[in-house]
């Protein structure tokens, strides 16, 4: 079965430094892996989406993960952090039916000035 | 703004009563997602219909149903109401059945009292 983990349920970063949110995932098979961003009272917007290709993906708004096979991590970076990037991020993996997605539990990223 | 539209985008409602929720996919989108979002179990993935069909089933409760319509929106339907069925019900579409990128809506809170 398929699974995800999200090792932090919350992180805090001052505003202009990096920002690293850990997703670790367990397939039987090679995944499919995305970010969802979720502001406060809206809903999920995709970030970035791994599908197999080159295992660095850029995503929106300058966040990046890399998929890691020997590590089964899919961690998500961002070289500054702004403001605006205070939000729930959800790290997700397809299910075996690859219909439906799995979701993490979810890490609120705090963003101090 | 996804293009993914749901209402109503509250509902207060008492135990043991009937709701029904509806959404209305992306323009071209022939597939349609369901999603639960609660504190207690995060969030969770319901139900899928591609074109007029289910394709793929989630934790899905026997009293939700849930059903999508020759014009493509989609209706959930939420019977015999209990406390622990407050949440946010999302729902997502995406172009095709296969596993591509899902829009979500703003979600409908649902309470219930």
């Known amino acids: 079965a398929q699974s995800v983990t999200q090792l932090d349920s919350h992180v805090s970063v001052s505003e202009g430094t990096p920002v690293l949110l850990r997703c670790n995932y367990s397939s039987s098979y090679s995944p499919s892996l995305f970010w969802y961003v979720q502001h406060p009272n809206k809903g999920l917007q995709l970030l970035l989406k791994?599908?197999?290709?080159?295992?660095l993906v850029k995503g929106i708004n300058g966040f990046e993960a890399e998929f890691k096979k020997s590590e089964t991590s899919f961690h998500l970076t961002k070289p500054s952090a702004h403001m605006s990037d205070a939000a729930e991020y959800f790290c997700?993996?397809?299910?075996?039916?690859?219909?439906?997605?799995?979701f993490g539990s979810g890490t609120r990223l705090l963003v101090r000035p | 703004d996804s293009g993914v539209t749901q209402t109503p985008k509250h509902l207060i409602t008492a135990t043991g009563q009937r709701v029904t929720l509806r959404c209305s996919p992306r323009?071209?989108?022939?597939?349609v997602y369901w999603y639960q979002q609660s504190l207690d179990q995060g969030l969770q993935f319901l139900i899928q219909y591609y074109n007029g069909e289910e394709r793929a089933k989630g934790n899905i409760l026997e009293r939700f149903s849930a059903q999508q319509f020759p014009d493509l929106h989609s209706e959930l339907n939420l019977s015999s109401l209990e406390l622990g069925d407050s949440a946010l019900y999302f729902c997502?579409?995406?172009?095709?059945?296969?596993?591509?990128?899902?829009?979500f809506g703003p979600g409908t809170r649902l309470t219930v009292t």
């Open positions: 997700v993996v397809t299910g075996d039916s690859s219909y439906k997605l799995i």
């Open positions: 323009s071209g989108d022939l597939s």
């Open positions: 997502a579409s995406s172009a095709s059945g296969r596993l591509d990128e899902q829009y």
């Open positions: 791994y599908t197999s290709a080159a295992t």
